[in-house]
C-alpha cells in the first residue's frame, strides 16, 4: 500500500484489499520446492554485454504479476514501455491482482510467474518463500549496470533498501517503493483552528479535547487490519526504548520484550484508547482513512501510499501532510528516528521459466525514468534516489521534509518478516490492544511468550540482524 518496510509502501507494506486478515505460513503449498534451492541456470539467457547484463533473448516473454493495491498499477504500465523501448522483441505478459498468495503460491512448485509483487494483505510469507528455496537470490540484480549507467544499480538505491530485501545473508527481494508512515493530519484545518501538530504524546492529550470540541474524534486507524496499527505500535516502542531493544526483538535476545522503555510506550496507547480518543467503529483501511478525510478524525497513521490510495475521495481544500510518530517525550532514546524504509517487494520465484528477463524488468522498474514516474503517479517516493525530485505535492513535500531532518537510523522492525507465528501474534495483539481488550502489560507478556516459543523451536530457522 504501500511504504509496506519497511516497510514494508508498507513492509511494504501490505495494502489491504481483502477480508483476509493475517500473513499464515506457506507451509504445505510450498512442499514440491522445500528443501530445494535457487537455479544457477539463467532460463532464456542469451548473449550478455554490459547493455543485457542477463542476456535478455530477443522472441522470450515475461509474465509479470502487480499488485494492485494503494499504488495503483498505472506505474508499472510505465516500466513495461520503458523495459519495451529497450526489448522492443520481448512480449510482457502484465496482470494485476490483489490476491497475490490465492493466485500465485499454488504456481511456485510448478510454473510461475517470472515477476510477482508479494504485497498486500494476501501476501505470501518471505520467510517460508526463502527457507524453502521458492524464490531467487537477486544478488547479481544488485551488480548489475544501472539502467541509465553511472554505476551498478545497489548505488541508485536509498538506504536501507538492500537490507530490507536481505535475508540470510542473501537479496531476495526488490522492495521498490519507499514509505515514510507517520501521523497524518489536514493542514488547512490546522492553520484555520490555529493547532501545532504535535510531537509527544502529552501533546496530543492536550490538544485532544480541543479536537474533541470542534465534534471530531482526534485519532482513527484501521481496525480490521492488526498490521496497521502495529506499525504505530513498534515507532513509539523504537522511540521511547531505543534501536538496540528493538535489534533485541528481532533477534529473540531473552525476555527483549521487557525491555526498559517498552512498557511505557504500550501504556500510552492504552491511555488513548480508554480516553475514548478513537472514533468508533470497526473500521478497515480505506473506511478509516475516508472518515478522516470526511473530518470525522484529526489524525490517522499511515504511510505514504496514502493520497494516491484515497485521490478520488479527497474533498477540495484537504491539505494532507504527514508528521512524525509522537514520542513519550524527555525518557525516549531515540526521539527524532523516522519510521521509513523500503517497502512493496517484488520477487523472482526460482523455477520462473524467464529469469533473466524478470531481471532485466526489474532494472528497468528500478530506473531513473521508472521510478519519477513512480512518484510522479503514486504520489509516493520510489526507492531509487531522486525519484520525487520533480514532483509538486505537498503530500509528498512533507514525506521529503520529514526525511531530510532524520537522523542516519530510521525505524526498522524485522521480527515480522523472519517469524510468522510472530508476525501473527503481533497482528492479533495490536488489534486486541487497541479495542481496549488488552492492556500494555498483558502485550508484553503474551509477545515475549510468542518470542521464547519461537526461541525454543529448533524447527524454525532463526535469522538475526546486527543494525
Request: net charge negative; aromatic share 8%.
Amino acid at each position: 500500500m504501500s511504504v509496506s518496510s519497511d516497510l514494508n509502501r508498507r513492509t511494504l507494506l501490505r495494502r489491504a484489499a481483502a477480508a483476509g486478515l493475517l500473513v499464515t505460513p506457506a507451509v504445505g503449498l510450498l512442499s514440491a520446492c522445500a528443501g530445494s534451492t535457487p537455479s544457477e541456470n539463467t532460463d532464456n539467457a542469451g548473449e550478455k554485454s554490459t547493455d543485457n547484463p542477463f542476456g535478455v533473448q530477443d522472441g522470450s516473454a515475461v509474465k509479470v504479476v502487480i499488485f494492485n493495491g494503494g499504488l495503483g498499477d498505472a506505474w508499472a504500465k510505465e516500466d513495461q514501455a520503458i523495459f519495451n523501448a529497450k526489448h522492443p522483441n520481448v512480449t510482457v505478459n502484465m496482470s494485476s491482482t490483489q490476491k497475490i498468495k490465492t493466485e500465485e503460491q499454488p504456481k511456485m512448485a510448478t510454473t510461475p510467474s517470472d515477476v510477482v509483487m508479494n504485497s498486500g494483505a494476501d501476501m505470501m510469507d518471505v520467510s517460508t518463500l526463502v527457507n524453502e528455496g521458492a524464490i531467487e537470490p537477486l544478488d547479481d540484480l544488485l551488480a548489475a549496470p544501472a539502467w541509465e549507467g553511472g554505476g551498478t544499480v545497489a548505488d541508485t538505491l536509498l538506504p536501507g533498501t538492500v537490507a530490507d530485501g536481505t535475508f540470510q545473508g542473501k537479496f531476495f527481494v526488490v522492495n521498490i517503493a519507499y514509505t515514510v508512515w507517520g501521523n497524518w493530519y489536514n493542514s488547512a484545518l490546522f492553520d484555520r483552528e490555529g493547532w501545532t501538530p504535535p510531537k509527544t504524546f502529552d501533546e496530543f492529550f492536550a490538544l485532544a479535547p480541543k479536537i474533541k470540541a470542534k465534534g471530531m474524534s482526534p485519532y482513527v486507524y484501521d481496525a480490521v487490519h492488526g498490521y496497521y496499527p502495529r506499525w504505530a505500535l513498534m515507532a513509539t516502542i523504537w522511540k521511547s526504548a531505543g534501536k538496540q531493544a528493538v535489534i533485541d526483538i528481532d533477534n529473540l535476545k531473552e525476555n527483549a520484550w521487557r525491555a526498559e522503555g517498552i512498557l511505557p510506550a504500550l501504556e500510552v496507547w492504552e491511555k488513548l484508547v480508554k480516553d475514548k480518543l478513537v472514533l468508533p467503529g470497526r473500521l478497515d483501511h480505506t473506511q478509516s482513512q475516508q472518515a478522516w478525510l470526511d473530518g470525522k478524525a484529526a489524525f490517522i497513521q499511515v504511510g505514504t501510499w496514502l493520497k494516491n490510495e484515497m485521490a478520488a475521495t479527497i474533498p477540495p481544500g484537504f491539505e494532507m501532510k504527514i508528521s512524525d510518530y509522537w514520542g513519550l517525550g524527555a525518557t525516549d532514546k531515540a526521539p527524532n528516528d523516522v519510521y521509513a524504509g523500503a517497502g512493496e517487494g517484488i520477487v523472482v520465484p526460482s523455477k520462473a521459466p524467464n529469469k533473466a528477463a524478470a531481471k532485466e524488468f526489474l532494472r528497468a522498474v528500478l530506473s531513473k525514468a521508472g521510478s519519477a514516474k513512480f512518484a510522479e503517479l503514486t504520489k509516493s517516493l520510489a526507492s531509487t534516489v531522486g525519484s520525487g525530485d520533480n514532483v509538486q505535492d505537498s503530500a509528498l513535500a512533507s514525506a521529503n521534509e520529514l526525511m531530510k531532518n532524520a537522523p542516519k537510523d530510521l525505524v526498522s522492525i524485522k521480527f515480522w518478516n523472519f517469524y510468522a507465528d510472530m508476525d501473527k501474534e503481533s497482528q492479533n495483539l495490536s488489534q486486541e490492544l487497541m479495542a481496549g481488550r488488552l492492556t500494555a502489560a498483558q502485550f508484553v507478556d503474551k509477545m515475549q511468550a510468542a518470542a521464547d516459543k519461537v526461541a525454543k523451536d529448533s524447527s524454525i530457522t532463526k535469522q538475526t540482524r546486527d543494525a
